[in-house]
Each structure stands twice: as C-alpha cells, then as structure tokens.
C-alpha cells in the first residue's frame, strides 16, 4: 500500500513537472533541468514499485524526504511565479505521504521540514509575493491534518484493539495483497495460524485480565522479533496469524520455532504452510489451519508443518530409515551424588545427503505427519537397546537407556506389545529402559496414550515426563501422572544458579516430587555451577552438556566410564569433563 501510494504521486508529480517545462518562459537549459527532474521522480516511481514491497517501514523516510527535496529545487528553478506555485502545491503529496506512513511526531517533523522547504523557496525565488507563498501553508498542513485523521479511522476498522496488531480484517487485506505481491515477484510466501494451549485455563484460574496479559506479552515478543515485512494478526480469542513473504514453508518453520521458544512459560501450537502456486487466499489457510490441528493433535506445544510441503523431506527420510542412515547417539546421565554415568538417552540423528543434519525436532514432525514415526521410534529404540544391552556403569548396573516416544506412536494400538517384542529380541532388560513422554501428551486427554504408559509400567518399564514445566496442568496432577522420573526442562535449569527465586522453585519441585516417590532428572545443565547448585537443592540426577554431548555409541564406553562386562572403576570425574 505505501509502495503504491508513493508511486503514484511520484508519476503525478512527474506529469506536473513535464507539463510545467512546457511553458515558453523557460530558458533552455532551466527546461531542461525541468525534464529532468520530472524523469528522476517517474525512475523513483519505478524503483518504488520494483523494490518498494520489500522496504522496511524506516526506510519510506529517504523517498518521502528526496521527493520533498525535487519539489523544493523545482520551485526555485521555476522561471515565473505561477509556475513556482505550482511546483510548491506538490509539497502537498509530502505531507499526505508523511501523515499516512508515519507515526505522529515523525510525520510532524517531515511536514515542518516540507512547509519549512517550500516557503522558503517560493521566498528565494524572489517573484512570489511573501503572502502567497504563506496561504499555502495552512492548505498543506490542512491536508496531511485530515489525511491522518482518516488513516486513524480507517485503520481502527483492522485493528485488535487490545495488541494493537491487525484484525482478521487487516489479515485479510494484508494477504490478498502479499499473494498478489508474491505472484508478481514469484517469491515464497508462507502462511502461520497460531493457538495458544489452555488459555481458557489461564481465563478461569486467573481472570481476564491476566489472559490479556498473556495475549499482549505474545504480541510484543512476535512483533519484535519479525522480520520486516511480515504480518502478524490477532485472529480473536486466543487465535494469531501470521504472513511471512520472503520465507519458504521451512524456513517459517524454523523461524516460529525460534521465537516460540523465546516465552517458554506462553505454550502455544503453530500450523505452517507455504503459499502453492494458483491457490486462493482460503485454500492457503485452510492448509495452515491443517497443520496446527495436527500440532494440537500431536500433544500442543510444537510447530508442524503442512503435510503437503513435508512430502519431498518424508520421501528422504523414509528412504533413510529403510537404509538404516538415522544414526543413534546418546547423552549421558549422571547421579548427581558422586557424578558417576548410571543412564544414557538415545537420541535420533539424521544427516541428509544434500541439506546436511536435519534438526530432530523437524525430522521428527515429519516422521509425524507422514506416518514414519513408528518406524523411527522402533529404529531407535531397537540399535539402542542391542548396543546397550549388557552395558555397565563404574558401579557395575546395567545402563539405563531413555528412549524418546512420539504421542501419536503411544496412541497406536499395539504399541506396548510391539515394544515388548523389541525387549525380547534384543535382550534389553524392562525395567532399565525409560519411556520419555512430553507431559503435553499426557495433557492430551488421550485415554489411549495413558493406558499404554499404565500397561508398560507393569512389565517393569519406567516412564519419564520429559520437558517438564513446559505445559500448564502437570503439577496440578504430579500425584496421578502414570510417571517415575521427571525431566525437569532446561528452561528451569538456566536460571538456577542466578535466580533466587528459580533455585527456590526447582528445590521446592524436587522435595514434592521425592515425597511422590519420583525422581528428578535436571535437563539441559551447561555449567558448574548449575551443576552445583541442583545438586545442593536436592535434584538426583542430571543431563546436559556439562556431563556430557550426545555422542555416537563407538565414542560412549571410553568418554564416561561405562563398559561391557565386568566393573571397571575409573577416574570418572575427568573422563565426563572430556566428553
Ligand atoms: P528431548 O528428549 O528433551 O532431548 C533433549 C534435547 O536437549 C536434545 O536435543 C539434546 O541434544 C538437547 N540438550 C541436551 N543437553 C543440552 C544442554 O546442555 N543445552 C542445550 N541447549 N541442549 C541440550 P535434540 O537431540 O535436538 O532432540 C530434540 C528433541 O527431539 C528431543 O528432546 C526429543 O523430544 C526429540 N527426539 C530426539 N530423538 C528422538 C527419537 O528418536 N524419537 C522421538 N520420538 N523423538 C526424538
Ligand atoms: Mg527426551
Ligand atoms: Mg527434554
């Protein structure tokens, strides 16, 4: 809309000047200076038009004022005062211009800068009577004065009154235009439509005005960390939508990943979807609104990708698990007591052969929506439990080994059976493997899903709730969750060792959870002191980069002191510090 509006009266003011150098009064080279400005406004217009859609807001500043600065030097070059009066009413596309584009004091200060300008050079030009020259400055602030109080209007029609962002009837506007951009320039346009989780629960439990708190707080991290251009929308209620031209599916992907994880106490579901050639505004969001009921449906708290734009990486990755190139690597697990390695977790790790390593969040999302997760799942979990089974700590355990499961994969019927069967074909024993499950899945009301978990702790397998904290009703049910182990999520852990208030908190977690009878496994631990700190609070156990990266089997048994066969003691401490 601003690119249009600047074009548009950069060719008006460019048919004035044309028009103008026809007037016999003209010295020759002053009409050619004339033409020449006139054809330097009609290049602004096509630059405008060529790059303006991709120009950041700040940037509309430099065509406003350089348009300000060909009026003012056409009106001093005028040969006679009428033609300088002409010139100088073109000062009142500036002021039009700055009050439609800008905020208030920057549109003052363009106004001043043009009034300033254009008296002044009426003045110069030296045959414009000092009064005339005057009138038409009440004529131009008059329209830039209206100008605004119209655009206030209007934009009040397309605007949530409580963020500030735009409407559904912003949105649509905004994206009728963007698919017009995007088929003009054929670049890639992707499409977000973003719920938050249980904001109904935030509503009851603490009242409406903590819910605006809580839409407004999504508001301010979005908008500020959007790249210029995007459009972000209050939809209604909980709802936000979001436009993103420029970026491709994986890339919007990657992006709201990214700024999801910026307010980790805000969990929220995204669907994410690029733009197909020939397909309607409705067709593109009815794509989105697809994958964020298959984020909901996968346990919330995540960002999915649309099916349809995932098939080309599924195709690689099912070709990848059936030639075994997911690759296993594990991370290590410490007691906190003595920091001697007692567990491992497998995680899935994928390098593709053209984009290189993918992250497993987004493998895992695809293995999702395309129906491989199982076969992933049980890849996993079949090469970790072979090269595990047998394995022993510096004590002489047998290892524990976490295994992450996919909500979708708990809720398939079979699942605890066919798990079962992998225990008694690799000869990993039940009750050392850990089922890893986000408590969003357990939140998912899905009966399913918890009466696997039930039936699986039966034959002896432990079940943790893996990213703890992340979701909203856990600890309201910490006494009824189908759990042994909590991980603790290592937003939690960040803070440990600078907040007093955080320290108070985990402590306080750990000593509930102790008197359940859970354990308490801090995730994400980076330092020393973090380390020191959960220890002293009470945490059992603890995983992350200070004990240990995630690594390839063949690098495992020397790094941390585990081995095959018989006890082995062995300076520990150093050997974990080394991985
Ligand atoms: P998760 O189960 O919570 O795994 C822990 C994640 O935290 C891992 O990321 C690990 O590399 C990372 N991490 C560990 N220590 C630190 C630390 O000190 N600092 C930081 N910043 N990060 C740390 P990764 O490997 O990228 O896996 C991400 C998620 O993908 C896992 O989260 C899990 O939910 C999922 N995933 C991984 N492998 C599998 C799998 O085989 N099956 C399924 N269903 N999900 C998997
Ligand atoms: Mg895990
Ligand atoms: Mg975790």
């Known amino acids: 809309m601003m690119t249009r509006i600047l074009a548009t009266f950069y060719v008006f003011a460019a048919t004035a000047g044309l028009l103008a150098a026809l007037n016999p009064g003209f010295a020759g080279r002053v009409r050619w ?128 009154p409580l963020t500030g962002l735009a409407n559904r009837r912003g949105f649509d506007d905004a994206l009728q235009e963007l698919l017009t951009a995007a088929a003009r320039s054929g670049e890639p346009l992707s499409a977000v439509l973003l719920d938050l989780d249980h904001f109904k629960r935030v509503n009851d439990a603490s009242g409406h005005e903590a819910g605006d708190l809580v839409l407004c707080r999504v508001a301010d991290v979005w908008q500020s960390e959007l790249p210029a251009g995007a459009v972000f929308a209050r ?62 449906a996968a346990g919330r708290g995540r960002c999915e990708l649309d099916g349809d734009m995932g098939s080309q990486l599924a195709r690689d990755l099912a070709d990848a698990l059936s030639a075994g190139d997911v690759q296993v ?15 491992v977790e497998a995680l899935a790790r994928w390098n593709h052969p053209e984009l290189g390593p993918v992250p497993p969040p987004e493998f895992v999302a695809v293995a999702e929506q395309n129906g491989l997760i199982a076969a992933l799942d049980e890849h996993v979990v079949r090469v970790a439990c072979t090269q595990l089974a047998g394995a022993r700590t510096a004590r002489g355990d047998q290892v524990t080994l976490g295994v992450n499961v996919s909500g979708r994969e708990l809720c398939e019927p079979g699942y605890p059976r066919r798990l079962q069967a992998l225990l008694a074909e690799t000869g990993f024993p039940a009750e050392h493997l850990v089922l890893e499950v986000t408590e969003t899945v357990i939140e998912a009301d899905s009966s399913t ?7 699986l702790r039966t034959v002896g397998l432990k079940v943790a709730i893996d990213d703890f904290g992340t979701g909203y009703s856990s600890l309201s049910r910490l006494d009824t969750l189908p759990a042994d182990i909590i991980k603790l999520d290592r937003s939690f852990v960040a803070t440990v060792d600078s907040s007093p208030r955080r320290q108070q908190m985990v402590a306080s977690l750990a000593s509930m959870c102790s008197a359940l009878g859970l354990d308490v496994i801090a995730e994400g631990v980076e330092t020393q002191e973090q380390s020191e700190v959960l220890r002293t609070i009470g945490c059992t156990h603890a995983q992350g980069w200070f004990h240990g990266r995630p690594m390839p089997f063949g690098q495992l048994l020397d790094a941390v002191g585990l081995h095959h066969g018989e006890f082995r003691p062995g300076d520990l401490t150093s050997a974990v510090r080394s991985a």
């Open 235 to 296: 939809q209604g209620g909980d709802e936000f939508a979001l436009l993103l031209p420029g970026l491709s599916g994986t890339d919007g992907l990657t992006l709201v990943r990214r700024i999801a994880a910026l307010h980790p106490e805000v969990s929220l579901s995204c669907g994410v979807t690029e733009h197909q050639r020939g397909e309607t505004a409705a067709q593109l969001m009815r794509r989105a609104d697809r994958a964020l009921y298959n984020a909901k």
């Open 33 to 160: 200076a004339m033409v020449a400005l006139s054809l330097g406004a009609l290049a602004c217009a096509g630059v405008a038009v060529r790059w303006g859609p991709r120009w950041s807001r700040h940037a509309f500043h430099v065509p406003v004022a350089s348009a300000a600065g060909l009026i003012v030097t056409a009106v001093l070059v005028s040969p006679d005062p009428a033609t300088a009066v002409v010139a100088a009413t073109l000062m009142s596309f500036i002021a039009v211009d700055a009050c439609f584009f800008f905020s208030l004091p920057l549109a003052a200060l363009h106004l001043v800068l043009a009034v300033g300008g254009m008296t002044g050079a009426l003045l110069l030009q030296g045959d414009v009577p000092a009064f005339v020259a005057l009138a038409l400055v009440p004529i131009v602030i008059a329209l830039g004065t209206v100008t605004r109080g119209l655009v206030i209007r209007a934009s009040g029609a397309s605007r949530d």
């Open 329 to 343: 690597h594990f991370q290590p697990l410490v007691d906190l007591a003595d920091g001697v390695v007692v567990g």
């Open 449 to 455: 899903a918890v009466a696997a978990l039930h039936a």
